[in-house]
């Protein structure tokens, strides 16, 4: 393996696995605060994707902006869909979030299909030209990808952190009895997790789209991917869902290349079945009954 | 025997008598006898899956050990030629001890986890059948699977027809029901809803609780590979895009819209959902939303399933009648 070959394989797996890792954190933090599975996770990122076709494609209006209003119309529709659906659902078995999510991939895919149609489609890039580094040509419009996405995840770390909001979040994803004695309302934690998480899957299919092009299907594959990474780091981890996203993403970019994606997949599956069998709940998680 | 389970029984007895006859009934309809042999695979893999949930888990590797028993049957049928009839228990077979070793490490994982590494487990298989393509023909699968003959006593029957396959298929979906339900009603269907109900209290009674998770899931995946070697010489044809997770979440959307708590359910949801799904066939897209709303709603407004309907009637027509009872 040459070493501009082993570089351009480096890129872009930090490329993929930063991506990965937001769609991810939004998937962690609905699945740590309210213990459910949001199985439609991935058909946020096919929305948000196309909220930003219609903007920036159809519309002409600026690309930057296109992602946050992308954001928050994806934010809206999440917390609406928490309330209507999941809200319903708290505290059951988690067979039934599992099966109306499932209900809502149905909905929102072949949705999807009637109204955007089957051709693929491509959200024009804003950045253009590229660098070389150690002989692997990098792009720009990936270098500011990966920048964009370092520094949405670093924002979330510090809402986590530091906000009110963000630490009311915490204290329900460890212990929501507690937590709720303590004043916090988890009923609005609840929305708001996920709204936002939603959301980063949203920002994550603007961003991929660009890179690379659209269709209404593409949301499953995404489900696939953040499930993969989020059980590799553990359910609720924002750390873990990074970690397992680099991780993934260094497994896709290398294997996909050298060998093919299909032994991407197994060995991705394979590593997390050892990792499980070894720490049953992931890297960073959390035990559950 | 109380009330309501001599009527189960009577429904049971109903429901099995229809659909012996129901090749009759229909005419010998090709179509309808297809959606007959569909409906008997889809209750064979709910009702094995139900089996693995009365302890607590839901496997998403379901179909992938239904897989594992199609590609068995299809390539010892393409290889050596052997019929369906031998196949069938050696796919089985090979499907449950590919199920008893994996489930040993597999049962390490709790709840979601389990969940996610089942699922794990079904992805491989399938990868697995795809990226070799020499000896599992790849994306493109295997063709020409022949379904098999009875030649003795005089008896020559070619299951080439329609008729004799869903005789065949309902032989050993009923086989398979009515296995699960005596394994259910049996001392070890008690433990394993006991095991259900607390994993911990279960252990501190003295239930081993490890050895009989890894026997239910086995047995569960023998019936699975079963239906799979049904499946693959019924259709004549196999890949692994089948066996993927949608395969194992429909059985799974089976067993929720049916109900959890009893065998009715399985066998409820996989035979109403299959009808609803063909009759909703010439509506293209809207199909899938359709069962999408179908699902949530089911969950939503119907929260123990399709089982509970007779009881919330009962209770129904009480209340009009003006009895508290």
């Known amino acids: 393996m040459a070493l501009d070959e082993f570089t351009q394989m480096t890129l872009t797996g930090i490329n993929l696995g930063l991506m990965y890792a937001l769609i991810a954190i939004g998937l962690t933090l609905i699945f740590g605060i309210m213990r459910i599975i949001q199985y439609a996770h991935g058909e946020f990122y096919m929305l948000g994707a196309y909220v930003l076709y219609y903007w920036s494609s159809v519309l002409k209006l600026p690309y930057w902006l296109g992602i946050l209003v992308s954001a928050g119309t994806i934010f809206v529709i999440g917390a609406v869909l928490q309330l209507v659906l999941f809200r319903p659902l708290h505290g059951k078995n988690i067979l039934y979030s599992l099966a109306v999510s499932m209900g809502l991939i149905f909905i929102i895919s072949s949705g999807g299909l009637l109204t955007f149609g089957t051709v693929v489609k491509g959200i024009p890039s804003v950045v253009t030209g590229g660098v070389s580094v150690l002989g692997a040509f990098y792009t720009y419009e990936r270098m500011v990808i990966s920048i964009f996405s370092a520094t949405l995840i670093l924002a979330l770390w510090f809402f986590l952190q530091r906000t009110t909001t963000g630490m009311a979040m915490r204290a329900v994803s460890e212990d929501p009895e507690v937590s709720s004695l303590q004043g916090i309302n988890t009923r609005r934690i609840h929305w708001i997790a996920f709204g936002l998480g939603s959301a980063l899957a949203a920002v994550a299919g603007c961003l991929m789209g660009t890179l690379l092009s659209i269709v209404p299907t593409m949301g499953f594959i995404a489900t696939v991917k953040a499930f993969m990474i989020v059980i590799l780091g553990g359910l609720g981890s924002v750390p873990g869902a990074l970690i397992g996203g680099l991780i993934i993403g260094f497994i896709d970019s290398f294997v996909t290349t050298l060998i093919s994606a299909d032994v991407a997949y197994i060995i991705g599956f394979v590593t997390i079945f050892v990792i499980l069998v070894f720490k049953p709940s992931g890297l960073f998680g959390q035990q559950w009954d | ?325």
């Open chain 2, 1 to 325: 025997m109380t009330e309501n389970t001599k009527m189960a029984t009577g429904v049971w007895v109903a429901a099995v008598a229809f659909a012996f006859l129901l090749p009759v009934i229909c005419g010998y309809d090709k179509y309808i006898l297809h959606v007959g042999i569909t409906i008997a695979f889809n209750i064979a893999l709910a009702t094995s899956m139900w089996l693995i949930w009365t302890l607590g888990f839901i496997s998403f590797a379901h179909a992938g050990f239904m897989g594992i028993g199609a590609y068995t049957s299809a390539l010892l049928f393409t290889s050596l030629g052997w019929s369906l009839w031998i196949n069938m228990w050696i796919a089985a077979a090979v499907a449950a001890l590919f199920a008893f070793v994996i489930s040993i490490p597999l049962m390490r994982t709790r709840a979601v986890y389990f969940f996610m590494a089942s699922w794990a487990v079904g992805e491989v298989i399938k990868r697995v059948f795809a990226y070799y393509r020499g000896i599992f023909g790849g994306w493109d699968g295997i063709f020409n699977i022949r379904p098999p003959k009875i030649d003795i006593f005089g008896l020559d029957i070619n299951f080439t027809s329609r008729v004799a396959y869903y005789y065949l298929a309902l032989v050993c979906c009923a086989l398979i029901v009515f296995a699960i339900h005596r394994i259910i009603r049996s001392r070890t269907g008690a433990i394993y809803w006991s095991i259900h109900e607390s994993e911990i209290l279960a252990q501190h009674v003295g239930i081993n609780v490890l050895k009989h998770k890894v026997i239910a899931f086995t047995t569960a995946c023998f019936f699975a590979g079963m239906t799979g070697a049904l499946y693959a010489h019924y259709h004549t044809y196999i890949n692994p895009k089948t066996f993927d997770i949608w395969q194992s979440e429909f059985s799974l959307v089976h067993i929720i819209v049916g109900g959890l708590s009893t065998l009715n359910g399985p066998v409820l949801g996989a035979t109403v959902l299959t009808i609803v799904d063909e009759l909703l066939r010439p509506a293209g897209w809207y199909r899938v939303i359709f069962f999408g709303v179908v699902i949530i709603l089911t969950v939503l407004f119907l929260p123990g399933g399709l089982e509970t309907v007779p009881a919330r009637v009962r209770a129904l027509v009480a209340r009009l009648r003006g009895r508290s009872d």
